[in-house]
């Protein structure tokens, strides 16, 4: 492809600036909603190499919302049809799909050369492993998670243990059972998530650091919420 792929990125990504994301690695966790999304942005944007994990399969309660879950991919790892869609997306981009469960004996293998970590992860036990690990490798994460019409996304610089301010209890699956999750709430806060890790490899703007959006789409309400002891 030639330099028209990009040319739309041009006003708000300079061309250096474009060339800096094909040298960036980012790991996406999770291929589900909030990573199907997530990882096509960042494939569409030009990131160089994409780190992709996820150890479940396409299931039909998928089709309502993930990207890489059509009828025909139902049965599949998610690993292998994100694969295959993101290679018909930008051929540019190196893939490693990794049908795996990620946890810390395997965390060191997998992010090895990763320049920054992006959460799409369904559970919030997953996602304090996925904090220490960060902490552990010295790497960044962007948190996002859903529910329903609701979503927060915020960064966690290594050794912030932001999580902590947010979640109470740091076991179980959290809303999204209860609340549902809808096509339209993964796509918003993918697109935040993924905004944020741009700002960060190009240190554009201020990132979300003790801080989250929250989003609440029944009501179009848009917060950011500072973040310390007192919120807990």
């Known amino acids: 492809m030639g330099e028209a792929r990009y040319s739309r990125n041009k006003e708000l990504i300079s061309e250096d600036e474009q060339r800096k994301l094909a040298d960036y690695t980012v790991a996406v966790i999770g291929l589900g909603g909030l990573g199907g999304h997530i990882s096509e942005q960042l494939a569409r944007l030009g990131i160089g190499t994409l780190v992709l994990i996820d150890a479940d399969k396409v299931d039909e309660s998928n089709l309502n919302r993930q990207l890489f879950a059509t009828e025909v991919s139902i049965g599949q790892l998610k690993a292998e049809a994100a694969k295959e869609r993101l290679a018909k997306v930008n051929s540019n981009v190196n893939l490693k799909c990794y ?22 992860v369904d559970n919030i036990t997953t996602r304090f492993v996925l904090q220490k690990i960060c902490k552990d490798l010295n790497l960044p994460l962007v948190h996002g998670s859903i529910g329903g019409w609701y979503g927060q996304v915020c960064f966690i610089a290594p050794g912030d243990d932001t999580l902590d301010l947010i979640y109470t209890d740091k076991q179980g699956t959290g809303v999204e059972k209860k609340l549902g999750n809808p096509s339209f709430t993964p796509a918003m806060i993918a697109s935040a998530e993924v905004a944020e890790t741009i700002k960060f490899l190009l240190g554009k703007g201020e990132l979300l650091r003790k801080k989250m959006l929250f989003i609440d789409l029944l009501m179009q309400d848009y917060m950011i919420i500072t973040l310390n002891k007192d919120n807990q």
């Open 99 to 120: 049908s795996a469960y990620f946890d810390e004996s395997s965390a060191s293998q997998l992010l090895f050369g990763v320049d920054i970590v992006v959460d799409a």
